[in-house]
């Protein structure tokens, strides 16, 4: 019989809601409103020291290491509590009892002692203290289906708590697989049970990254037909959702995305958007795509784009420019330093291949390579990530046609890629023909661009691309 | 003899049918296993997954592996100060932190890796490295082995050719040890050499040692032949036959959870975030134009994340606001050259385009992030 004492304690805190028993060993009454998963902290339990145990060998100290909790929190039986070091040996350290911690005896460093007090834990006095030995023994339950359930001669080991979610749900134990170590069953376990039952889908549990996310249907047994009708249908009896708001600091890439977007907000940007048939262009790449092979360097479209985009800025310099602070002055960069945005594991970044205005596009080719296989490790150079004058986005590798990129300041404008798509289109004698299509979105500040030249500088880009060979004309 | 096959059947249907990894009751005292991976962070999550999961009571196990080049710390240890971050990053070794405590090790395929699990009763070092100079002397009666009180062994009274961790658990523990056998002693000592100045913290620091191989001493030594008088040995000692099983640690089936393991053991927050707090100071020599720059840098970092970030620098060498921006987006950030270097290359885009400011600033942060 499990027996819940109210204390009339005047410094009872319920957090969400009550169990609230008559203390008559006649009638026990369990009347609550929404699940229970921790028992509410109830301010007048018994504190107990836990101290630390043999670690064997003859050790009688150890350095604490790291504290896995702090105190006011609540800890479940073989939860971590710390790790300590002795001699090459790495110790984890885990709870005997449920409870709260209420005191840690050290500090990261200290030396702790082999039979000295580790931890005070303020145990729920109505739980009464766990046995010395690792097997959970319950307080017997009145329904017969909650005694201890045997699975091939192991006990099924689980905290009361869980105990008691099992039973209010009216599940056996002996059904349910467990996750926790020793196969002990866990909270999220039941939770995972229901759902099978009831056929709800629960959104993951917080500490999802460390817990293997999902649990093999096969493993988990069959339901028992006699289950069916004592399952409650979720509209009656709602299954509480444990997901909590994660609040974290912005840091590294997403501040450093913060810095340049804010900074970029202030350039009043213009869009303009235009569609490139690049038929001839992916013909071209196909034939000399073997040629760099041969050479050890991958050829993708992106060096003719940057070197198309080059050329385009010889006849149109001043969207390879730099407006002052002020707005006084506008500088001509001489360079052409072409940004190519790369997404990587940690965020976006855009390093730059140098003057391109005298790199032929196998150079550029060349240099993409070793940015990109830089960017992937995490070891581009701060001279490879500044200088740039001018950007082109290729967002078209992952998808999209149009987009609407922002100016990286100090620049001036942007170019963002759709991807290649094969489209129908009408040739000079009015006949459908399989094109390449492309599409482009500018982005420039109307400061000092104005429509008519990045339009104009869109035809000339578009030009080169669309025949390849007018470049040759005007190669450097 | 049970086929391997089968028994790798039976395993699974152990593992399938009930939720706790068991074995069946015909294998006695010890099972010895081998990875066919050489990647440390899947081997390192194959130890894991065995502490966690499998029930040692009715038997032990042997755990035998190899890596590709690695160098692993200990759990408590601090990856500036143990090596050369740098080279490792340049030359694409991969630098793993197990859960077990010591000191660093350099891993590649000429060392090999002996794991002995128990329950957390039964856990003994010295029996366990016993095995392993028997077994060797077994193998070469000649070979000077010995184990020391440090639970290191020592090949002819002066070099060290294996060093001990071990972890312990709630109820099981393993003890796993190294073995020099055909390493590249030339990018050991060069990895193993950290050259960040400044650190103090309160890591677990590794005991610097003389090393060699044991191919040096006898050129018929091969791994193999190692692992297999090992092997021999501990089936022996454990009334088990000598057998061993092959593992894949990227079989989900046979190891559920393993790849979740390995995924956690490869994130940042593991290897460099598990650093314990340490602080960095030192002073920048930064050579520019016709002088030498004296900077004087203190940083706290806590959870591998820059805490309290100080930089000294001379006044007007650069504007107090871009200085300040620098101190600012730094702290909070990953003491990580990546991270950092991403930083610093966006302030540039927001402040004065001057070239003269920009070599200053570019000066700067690239000698900030050589501490790194």
Not at chain 2, 106 to 114: A, F, Q, T
Not at chain 2, 305 to 311: G, H, Q
Not at chain 2, 340 to 347: D, E, K, R, S
Request: proline share 5%; with cysteine; glycine share 6%.
């Amino acid at each position: 019989v499990c027996i819940h004492r109210v204390r009339s304690c005047s410094s009872i805190r319920f957090i969400k809601s009550k169990y609230v028993c008559v203390f008559d060993k006649s009638a026990l009454k369990f009347s609550h409103q929404q699940r229970l998963f921790r028992t509410s902290a109830v301010s007048c339990g018994q504190i107990v020291q836990f101290k630390l145990s043999d670690i064997g060998e003859g050790i009688t100290e150890v350095t604490v290491k790291e504290w896995y909790i702090k105190e006011g929190d609540s800890v479940s039986q073989f939860d971590s509590i710390c790790e300590v070091q002795s001699d090459k040996a790495s110790v984890t350290i885990t709870s005997r009892y449920d409870g709260i911690i209420r005191k840690l005896h050290y500090s990261i460093d200290d030396i702790a002692f082999v039979g000295k007090p580790l931890v005070d834990i303020e145990i729920d006095a109505s739980k009464g203290v766990a046995p010395e030995e690792d097997v959970v023994e319950t307080p017997p339950m009145s329904h017969e289906e909650h005694t201890h359930q045997e699975i091939k001669g192991h006990k099924t080991l689980a905290t009361p708590a869980v105990r008691r979610l099992a039973m209010e749900n009216n599940i056996k134990l002996s059904e349910v697989v467990g996750t926790g170590k020793d196969n002990r069953i866990l909270k999220e376990d039941i939770l995972n049970y229901l759902a099978k039952q009831t056929g709800a889908i629960l959104p993951p549990s917080p500490k999802a990254e460390i817990v293997p996310p999902f649990r093999k249907t096969e493993t988990v047994p069959a339901a028992p037909k006699d289950k069916a009708h004592k399952i409650p249908v979720p509209i009656s009896r709602p299954i509480a959702f444990s997901g909590k708001d994660k609040t974290e600091p912005v840091t590294g890439f997403q501040k450093a995305m913060v810095k340049t977007m804010s900074a970029a907000l202030k350039i009043p940007h213009f869009g303009y958007c235009d569609e490139i048939d690049l038929t001839q262009l992916v013909q071209l790449r196909e034939e000399l795509k073997p040629l760099a092979e041969i050479r050890g360097v991958k050829l993708s479209f992106m060096p003719f784009f940057i070197k198309a985009a080059s050329l385009g800025l010889l006849q149109y310099p001043i969207l390879n420019a730099s407006l002052d602070e002020n707005c006084q002055n506008v500088t001509y960069k001489a360079s052409h330093n072409i940004g190519v945005a790369m997404d990587t594991e940690q965020g976006l970044i855009v390093p730059n291949v140098k003057n391109v205005q005298v790199c032929s596009v196998f150079d550029i080719a060349v240099e993409l390579n070793r940015l990109q296989s830089l960017g992937s490790a995490g070891q581009l150079g701060t001279s490879d990530l500044t200088g740039g004058t001018f950007t082109l986005s290729n967002i078209g590798t992952i998808g999209g046609t149009y987009a609407k990129p922002v100016i990286l300041p100090p620049e001036v404008a942007i170019g963002a890629l759709g991807k290649i798509q094969v489209l129908p289109r009408f040739n000079g004698k009015g006949e459908v023909f399989k094109a390449q299509i492309m599409n482009v979105s500018w982005s420039a500040d109307h400061r000092i661009i104005d429509g008519a030249t990045m339009a104009r500088f869109s035809n000339l880009w578009k030009s080169y691309l669309e025949n390849p060979a007018s470049m040759l004309l005007d190669l450097k | 003899m049970v086929l391997q096959s089968l028994k790798n059947c039976l395993w699974l249907s152990c593992v399938l049918r009930t939720p706790k990894a068991c074995f069946w009751s015909t294998a006695s005292g010890g099972l010895i296993i081998q990875s066919v991976s050489n990647d440390v962070y899947q081997n390192l999550a194959v130890e894991d997954w065995i502490h966690d999961h499998m029930d040692l009571e009715k038997q032990q196990v042997l755990f035998l592996w190899r890596n590709s080049p690695a160098v692993v710390i200990g759990r408590h240890q601090n990856p500036w100060q143990e090596c050369n971050l740098r080279l490792l990053r340049q030359k694409n070794i991969k630098l793993a932190r197990r859960r077990s405590g010591g000191g660093t090790v350099y891993h590649d395929l000429g060392n090999i890796n002996l794991t002995f699990f128990t329950t957390r009763k039964k856990y003994e070092r010295m029996e366990n490295l016993k095995l392993v100079v028997k077994a060797l002397k077994a193998l070469r009666p000649q070979l000077d082995v010995h184990v020391t009180d440090r639970y290191d062994i020592l090949l002819d009274r002066r070099y060290k050719i294996s060093g001990t961790a071990a972890k312990l658990g709630r109820t099981s523990a393993y003890h796993h040890c190294t073995l020099l056998c055909n390493a590249d002693k030339f990018v050991l000592s060069s990895v193993l050499k950290s050259p960040y100045k400044g650190l103090k913290s309160n890591a677990t620091p590794s005991v610097p040692a003389s090393v060699k191989n044991l191919f040096e001493e006898d050129p018929s030594l091969t791994s193999e032949m190692l692992l297999d008088a090992i092997a021999k040995e501990y089936a022996t000692q454990h009334q088990t036959d000598h057998h061993i099983t092959l593992i894949n640690p990227a079989d989900e089936t046979l190891l559920p959870g393993i790849h979740n393991k390995a995924k956690e053991l490869q994130t940042w927050e593991w290897v460099y975030g598990k650093t314990p707090k340490f602080s960095v100071s030192t002073c920048l020599n930064i050579a520019y134009k016709d002088s030498v720059l004296d900077v004087k840098v203190n940083m706290d970092v806590k959870h591998g994340r820059i805490e309290v970030c100080n930089i000294d620098l001379p006044e007007e060498w650069l504007p107090p606001e871009l200085y300040s921006e620098l101190v600012k987006s730094l702290t909070g950030s990953k003491f990580c050259p990546n991270e950092a270097t991403t930083l610093v290359t966006t302030l540039l885009r927001v402040c004065p385009q001057d070239d003269e400011l920009h070599n200053r600033w570019s000066l700067l942060c690239e000698n900030m992030i050589m501490l790194m």
